[in-house]
């Protein structure tokens, strides 16, 4: 039977808008609408989750919310001939975490189309260790694959490599052979980035963008841009000829300030990454990749485990870019 309450991290404004969060016990029946509930036993941080348990006006569109974009479980109720109650299922992007109540919570009901089967070879607890920043870094992958960057093209760059998607793109990278180099501020991070497979790892200020310039030296065969601005823009201007970088983040800015050049006379592609409207086929071919073959060795290495009463202190740590890898939280 189930419960008439549900436990959940709950973020609210107040009269004088200021934000409020904690755990709260909160009717099943707030739900949205959907057709499958799934009982939660593990959810994931992402940067998105923390500007959510901030009250950001982009992300938490209303209020009260529960944050939690990823959510892993078990099927409690369905009414959709795909799933069946007890069946292990992957719920990652889509409005979950934003439009409406997310992973944070014990429960949570959404449309059986935004739903993947647990596939064999990846436990829930590794699910969540991927998340949606597992499956944005394994988009990147596919992009770069899909337009001819083989292992023997030449070096891969990752930016923001020891943020959740660079980290788990250093990893997919290197377990299919490519010559990874990790770009990090977290010159401490080295070895740590070593160890996830990266054959070199450089700082910022060594792939800096110079606006005089149109165009850099030839130095990638390809790249996992996960910061924009102008880190960006010379990862673009330092792609060699039919060169490709897969983009799929913006913490370093949202202008991309550069010419045609490297475009019509290297021949380059940008490739933008939308992980949280992946149409469905392609959710779980790559979902059934991170479970086979792209499954990172030793991959709750680079995963911290917290309960839901530690998500308000690993917020505030995500958000003053002091976490590392992946962080995990068991519902």
Request: glycine residues 12%.
């Amino acid at each position: 039977m189930l419960p008439e309450n549900f436990r959940c991290y709950l973020i609210r404004k107040t009269g004088n808008d200021k934000i409020e969060a904690g755990i709260e016990q909160r009717p099943l029946r707030e739900l949205a609408a959907g057709d499958v509930l799934i009982r939660v036993r593990y959810s994931s941080l992402n940067y998105k989750d923390a500007l959510a348990a901030t009250g950001h006006p982009g992300v938490a569109r209303k209020f009260p919310h529960v944050p939690g974009i990823d959510a892993a479980g078990v099927v409690a109720e369905s009414t959709s001939p795909l799933f069946k109650v007890g069946d292990e299922v992957i719920a990652t992007g889509h409005e979950r975490g934003v439009e409406r109540y997310g992973g944070w919570g014990e429960y949570v009901r959404v449309p059986a189309e935004w739903l993947v089967k647990r596939p064999p070879g990846l436990s829930l607890e590794e699910s969540m260790v991927l998340g949606t920043a597992g499956f944005t870094a394994a988009q990147c992958v596919d992009a770069l694959q899909r337009h001819k960057i083989t292992p023997d093209r030449g070096d891969v760059v990752v930016t923001g490599a020891t943020g959740g998607v660079g980290s788990l793109a250093v990893m997919l990278l290197a377990k299919l052979g490519y010559n990874v180099v990790a770009v990090s501020g977290k010159s401490d991070r080295a070895g740590w980035l070593a160890e996830r497979g990266a054959a070199r790892v450089i700082g910022r200020a060594d792939i800096a963008d110079d606006p005089r310039k149109p165009m850099l030296g030839s130095k990638y065969a390809g790249a996992v841009d996960t910061v924009g601005g102008s880190t960006l823009v010379a990862v673009i201007k330092s792609l060699q000829q039919r060169g490709c970088v897969a983009a799929c983040g913006l913490v370093g800015g949202a202008e991309l300030p550069l010419t045609v050049y490297p475009f019509i006379l290297r021949g380059v592609t940008l490739a933008g990454i939308d992980s949280a409207w992946c149409p469905e086929d392609s959710r779980a071919e790559i979902w059934q990749h991170l479970a086979t073959d792209w499954k990172p060795e030793r991959l709750t290495d680079i995963a911290t485990f917290i309960d839901l009463n530690a998500a308000a202190e690993a917020v505030q740590r995500i958000l003053k870019g002091e976490i590392v890898g992946r962080v995990v939280v068991r519902i």
